[in-house]
């Protein structure tokens, strides 16, 4: 699959079903035959009984669809253990270019704490903007209140933890920050790839390994 030998890969520009069916039925008028589609999609702010709707949507014409149950694809990177040994890695390889002799001994869990809970109203905000709307079509029985004070209980639950948290904050924002830390207090930055490099098995989060088996999967159905 990381070849991309049997498939294409075409952004959407952001959440953007209307275009991605557009595209296929387009790609398949101009070849006259039927094309296989998979969709992926960040999950943004959206709520679980929107997520199940748009993938039963999704379904009537797409072979596979995933709507991420964290915020954005960048918010599986948010291991702070992982992160840790990144940030390790490329302290010693920045005192083996300038032979200084620097120990990391900083806490990634504790500065993820710090620039998250800078996050916390805004991220309230947006979701009592974009959700009720949507719900209040789903719901419309409930009370706009209602409604904001279901928004605010589900909220509340998953802040309070700093790993369920993690999959709801801002997760491009998130590491934006972090770098601007460790540039200041370590002269070091970490990039996506080297995440992911210093991951353990058993830290990958199970939702990604379930949909590169399910990309590879989809990959390898021959078309007629």
Same mark, same amino acid.
């Given at each position: 699959? /990381?070849?991309?030998?049997?498939? &294409?890969?075409?952004? @959407?520009?952001?959440?953007?079903? /209307?275009? *991605?069916?557009?595209?296929? +039925?387009?790609?398949?008028? =101009? ?5 296989? /589609? *998979?969709?992926?999609?960040? !999950?943004?702010?959206?709520? %679980?009984? $929107? ?13 596979? &669809?995933? #709507? ?16 840790? !040994? ?8 920045? %005192?083996?270019? =300038?032979? +200084? ?15 998250? *809970? ?28 209602? #409604?904001?004070?279901? #928004?605010?209980? $589900?909220?509340? %639950? ?17 590491? =934006? ?6 540039? =200041? ?6 990039? @996506?790839?080297?995440?992911?490099? *210093? ?26």
């Amino acid at each position: 699959m /990381a070849n991309r030998s049997r498939f &294409a890969v075409v952004p @959407a520009g952001g959440f953007n079903p /209307a275009k *991605a069916k557009a595209f296929k +039925e387009g790609v398949e008028e =101009t070849l006259g035959a039927k094309i296989s /589609a *998979a969709l992926v999609f960040d !999950r943004d702010y959206r709520s %679980n009984a $929107e997520v199940t709707e748009q993938l039963t949507a999704f379904r009537k014409y797409c072979d596979y &669809a995933h #709507i991420h149950s964290r915020k954005e694809l960048e918010n599986f990177l948010l291991v702070p253990e992982a992160i840790d !040994r990144a940030i390790r890695k490329r302290v010693i390889e920045r %005192n083996e270019r =300038t032979g +200084e002799k620097a120990i990391y001994s900083d806490s990634v869990r504790k500065q993820l704490e710090a620039i998250t *809970a800078g996050m916390k109203n805004h991220l309230l905000g947006q979701l009592l903007t974009q959700r009720p709307s949507v719900e209040e079509k789903s719901k419309p029985d409930n009370h706009r209140s209602t #409604i904001a004070t279901n #928004i605010l209980a $589900e909220f509340d %639950n998953k802040w309070i933890d700093l790993d369920s948290r993690l999959q709801i904050v801002h997760g491009k924002d998130v590491l =934006t920050a972090l770098n601007d830390y460790l540039q =200041t207090n370590w002269q070091v930055s970490i990039t @996506a790839t080297q995440i992911i490099d *210093a991951m353990q098995l058993d830290e990958i989060p199970n939702e990604m390994k379930d949909i590169v088996y399910a990309l590879t999967k989809f990959c390898e159905v021959k078309q007629e």
